[in-house]
Each structure stands twice: as structure tokens, then as C-alpha cells.
């Protein structure tokens, strides 16, 4: 499967921005999904992830109650919704895929996309 993340952006502090993550080669419902993000000069980390169904959902503690992570498998997307941006989350986003649900294990995911950048300023 390939991943093409998108949606990133320039945002002030309190805004939104919708990340989205676009697989072609093999249906994206097959797939666990998971976000990450890298700081610079600080390493890779977990966002947040999707079950193959939707059902299942994981989330840094840091991003509880102002990301939501969402999958549309009809149109081979999935989702991040990002509300009450903070400068701390200026990153670039990743988005990873696995045929197994590995929440916030990134060294298991076999496939990546590139990154998105995401700025948030004060």
C-alpha cells in the first residue's frame, strides 16, 4: 500500500486544520492505521490510530480530547482532525499503516507515508 498524506498547513494558535491520508495499491480497510509526528529535534511519536473497522481508537494523551482520528474505507481515507491547534504541535505528520492494529507501536508499522507539515503559530 501507498500513503499520500496531506492537508497540513500555516494555522494560528486555537485554530483547525484536517489531515488526510491517502492509500491507493491495496483497499485502506485491510489496515490499522496510525499519525505521528516529529518535532524538530525531537523524535517520532505517536498521535493517534484507527482500527481496520473504526472501532478501536488510540490517543496520545496530549492530543485527548482535541484530535479525532476517523476512517472512511469506501474512499480509501482516513482522517485526522486536529481542534485547538497549540505551537507545541507544530510537527510534521505522518500517517502509517499495518495489516495488524498496532496503536501506538510505530517501529511495528510496515508502510508510511511522507509527511505533511503542520505549523502552529502563537
Given at each position: 500500500?501507498?500513503?499520500?498524506?496531506?492537508?497540513?498547513?500555516?494555522?494560528?494558535?486555537?485554530g483547525?486544520?484536517?489531515?488526510?491520508?491517502?492509500?491507493?495499491?491495496?483497499?485502506?480497510?485491510?489496515y490499522?492505521?496510525?499519525?505521528?509526528r516529529?518535532?524538530?529535534?525531537?523524535?517520532?511519536?505517536?498521535?493517534?490510530?484507527?482500527?481496520?473497522?473504526?472501532?478501536?481508537?488510540?490517543?496520545?494523551?496530549?492530543?485527548k480530547?482535541?484530535?479525532?482520528?476517523?476512517?472512511?474505507?469506501?474512499?480509501?481515507?482516513?482522517?485526522?482532525?486536529?481542534?485547538?491547534?497549540?505551537?507545541?504541535?507544530?510537527?510534521?505528520?505522518?500517517?502509517?499503516a499495518?495489516?495488524v492494529?498496532?496503536?501506538?507501536?510505530?517501529?511495528?508499522?510496515?508502510?508510511?507515508?511522507?509527511?505533511?507539515?503542520v505549523?502552529?503559530?502563537?
Amino acid at each position: 500500500v501507498q500513503l499520500q498524506a496531506s492537508g497540513g498547513g500555516l494555522v494560528q494558535a486555537g485554530g483547525s486544520l484536517r489531515l488526510s491520508c491517502a492509500a491507493s495499491g491495496r483497499t485502506v480497510s485491510s489496515y490499522g492505521m496510525g499519525w505521528f509526528r516529529q518535532a524538530p529535534g525531537k523524535e517520532r511519536e505517536f498521535v493517534a490510530a484507527i482500527s481496520r473497522s473504526g472501532v478501536t481508537t488510540d490517543y496520545a494523551d496530549s492530543v485527548k480530547g482535541r484530535f479525532t482520528i476517523s476512517r472512511d474505507n469506501a474512499k480509501n481515507m482516513v482522517y485526522l482532525q486536529m481542534n485547538s491547534l497549540k505551537p507545541e504541535d507544530t510537527a510534521v505528520y505522518y500517517c502509517a499503516a499495518d495489516l495488524v492494529y498496532r496503536g501506538s507501536y510505530q517501529n511495528k508499522y510496515d508502510y508510511w507515508g511522507q509527511g505533511t507539515q503542520v505549523t502552529v503559530s502563537s
